[in-house]
């Protein structure tokens, strides 16, 4: 079964500094990878989703990620950190074809110091 | 623009109680699931739809019980509350347009559901 690991479940940066998150896939396949940011008691929005069209993928709010079959990476990055980038990150699989649903890490909490 | 709208957004329950959580979503989308998320981890699948009268059963079904009648709706019914289900859900959906790409899922904002 798929499945995502998500590497530190705190990452503090400071303003303007390099924003690295870490997401490490298990698959055997080429699967479907996403990140998701979460902002206090809201809903999941969808940050990037991975093509096989292109390994570097970029999102919205200046962040992007790299596809890395070699590492079994999608790792998830902004080079600059703004303070309302403080939320919670979620790297997703998914699963399977059948049911589509996702698999989550188990989160990322970004907080960003002035 | 609504998108998939999830009510009540809090709610408390006492032990043993019943309820049920609504979701509706104007997307027309055929999918629609139901997560969990309990603190410091990733959320878990509970049910999942593929279409008006078709469900199944996620990681975590126990304890839960779900319908789908209508493509918009899926709501999740909770028969005797227990502590352990304490947790934040959500629900989600996506479509049935795009077989082989990573259409992503659309969430809703989510129910806080204590059981004391």
């Known amino acids: 079964a798929q499945s995502v690991t998500q590497l530190g479940s705190h990452v503090s940066v400071s303003e303007g500094a390099l924003v690295l998150l870490r997401c490490n896939y298990s698959s055997s396949v080429p699967p479907y990878l996403f990140w998701y940011v979460q902002y206090p008691n809201q809903g999941l929005q969808l940050l990037l989703k991975y093509t096989s069209a292109a390994t570097l993928v970029k999102g919205i709010n200046g962040f992007e990620a790299e596809f890395k079959k070699s590492e079994t990476s999608f790792h998830l990055t902004k080079p600059s950190a703004h303070m309302s980038d403080a939320a919670e990150y979620f790297c997703?699989?998914?699963?399977?074809?059948?049911?589509?649903?996702?698999?989550f890490g188990s989160g990322t909490r970004l907080q960003v110091q002035p | 623009n609504a998108g998939v709208t999830q009510t009540p957004k809090f709610r408390i329950l006492k032990i043993g109680q019943s309820m049920t959580l609504q979701c509706t979503q104007d997307?027309?989308?055929?999918?629609m699931y139901w997560y969990r998320q309990d603190p410091g981890m990733g959320l878990k699948l509970i049910y999942y739809?593929?279409?008006?009268?078709?469900?199944d059963k996620g990681e975590v079904p126990n304890g839960y019980n779900v319908s789908r009648s209508t493509t918009e709706d899926f709501p999740l019914r909770l028969e005797l509350a227990a502590p352990s289900q304490t947790s934040v859900y959500f629900c989600?959906?996506?479509?049935?347009?795009?077989?082989?790409?990573?259409?992503?899922?659309?969430f809703g904002d989510g129910t806080r559901l204590s059981i004391l």
């Open positions: 997703a699989v998914r699963r399977d074809m059948g049911r589509r649903a996702l698999t």
């Open positions: 989600a959906s996506s479509s049935i347009r795009d077989s082989y790409s990573n259409q992503p899922q659309h």
């Open positions: 739809s593929v279409g008006a009268g078709i469900t």
């Open positions: 997307m027309n989308h055929n999918y």
